[in-house]
């Protein structure tokens, strides 16, 4: 469940005008300014316009950088290979699982987010890290009652883009994304599913915590709420959804940022922390500022 928690949330509820979301990159050879920029997997697209300088910034560079190219997902090739990756292996499948008591508990989470319109055993076949995808999904929408699943936040960001004339490059694959939630032992995925629908109350609070400091644009808050004991990530989580991604991207950002301007868009867990990039840009000898 903490894996998910942080692909899926990294959340908020409302937004504000003072949010720092938007960081500057200046400064050891770049050309022009470069941008930061955390995004939400799950805010109302109407953040970008209350995001101070966000529109300016995407209009003065080169290109956008995001965690996938968005418009991949919805080709049928993408689309193939995410309904694979999530299916179950036949003697995996949920109802050989858990017990009876354990069945209905996660039944019980999931019908009280769909009014009873989904159960369990309509998603029998599918891997449990994808129920608890659509669990996480349910909580963070909480934070969210406004939220249009047709208009996603990086995808948005990706569109303006383009419609700005602005090339659009990736970090990683769907492949790869997709492996990174889906991909894990059966039996650890059952029990951070099992997990998910047992403190499903307290992620809903954790949520809203998380949901309250990116409104403020509280980065030393996210990171906070992130690596809260108990439902935040453990350091091995981290590593593998965060540092590790992160050691790679930053390779490719400090080779872009020599030879274009570039606006990175990805989740606002990438950017906070010792490890974030924002640290290690500066570590680098950037100057990192946010805009305001």
Same mark, same amino acid.
């Given at each position: 469940?903490? &894996? ?6 990294? $959340? ?5 005008? +003072?949010?720092? @979301? ?5 400064? *050891? ?10 995004? %939400? %997997? ?30 991949? /997902?919805?080709?049928? !090739? ?16 949920? +109802?050989?699982?858990?017990?009876? !008591?354990?069945?209905?508990? =996660? ?15 309509? @998603? *029998? /076949? ?13 909580? +963070? ?26 090339? =659009? ?25 099992? &997990?998910?629908? #047992? ?8 949520? &809203? ?35 590790? #991604? +992160?050691?790679?991207? $930053?390779?490719? =950002? &400090?080779?872009?940022?020599? %030879?274009?301007? $570039? /606006? ?5 867990? %990438? @950017? ?8 290690? @840009? ?11």
């Amino acid at each position: 469940m903490k &894996k998910l928690f942080l692909t899926l949330a990294v $959340i908020v509820a409302s937004m504000s005008c +003072n949010a720092q @979301l938007l960081w500057k990159v200046s400064g *050891n050879g770049v050309k022009g300014d470069s941008y930061l920029f955390g995004t %939400h %997997h799950v805010a109302p697209v109407d953040m970008l316009d209350k995001t101070p300088g966000f529109n300016d910034a995407l209009k003065g560079v080169d290109a956008v950088y995001g965690e996938i190219d968005m418009a991949l /997902m919805v080709s049928p !090739e993408a689309q193939q290979s995410i309904l694979s990756l999530a299916m179950a292996p036949a003697d995996s499948t949920l +109802n050989k699982l858990y017990t009876t !008591e354990q069945y209905d508990s =996660i039944n019980a989470v999931l019908k009280k987010y769909t009014s009873g319109m989904a159960t369990l055993d309509q @998603l *029998n /076949m599918l891997k449990p890290s994808m129920v608890a995808t659509q669990i996480a999904m349910f909580q +963070n929408m909480v934070a969210f009652p406004g939220f249009n699943a047709s208009q996603q936040l990086d995808q948005t960001v990706q569109l303006k883009a383009k419609e700005l004339g602005k090339a =659009i490059k990736d970090f990683e694959t769907v492949e790869f994304q997709m492996n990174l939630l889906f991909g894990d032992p059966i039996a650890d995925q059952a029990e951070g599913l099992l &997990k998910a629908a #047992r403190t499903d109350e307290e992620a809903i609070g954790h949520v &809203k915590e998380l949901a309250r400091a990116y409104t403020e644009g509280d980065l030393a808050a996210i990171e906070k709420v992130m690596f809260a004991p108990e439902i935040g990530m453990d350091e091995e989580t981290a590593k593998h959804m965060l540092y590790d #991604r +992160n050691d790679n991207w $930053i390779k490719t =950002i &400090k080779d872009a940022v020599g %030879h274009e301007s $570039i /606006m990175v868009a990805v989740g606002i867990g %990438h @950017l906070v922390g010792e490890r974030g990039l924002i640290k290690q @840009l500066q570590d680098a000898g950037y100057t990192v500022t946010p805009v305001k």
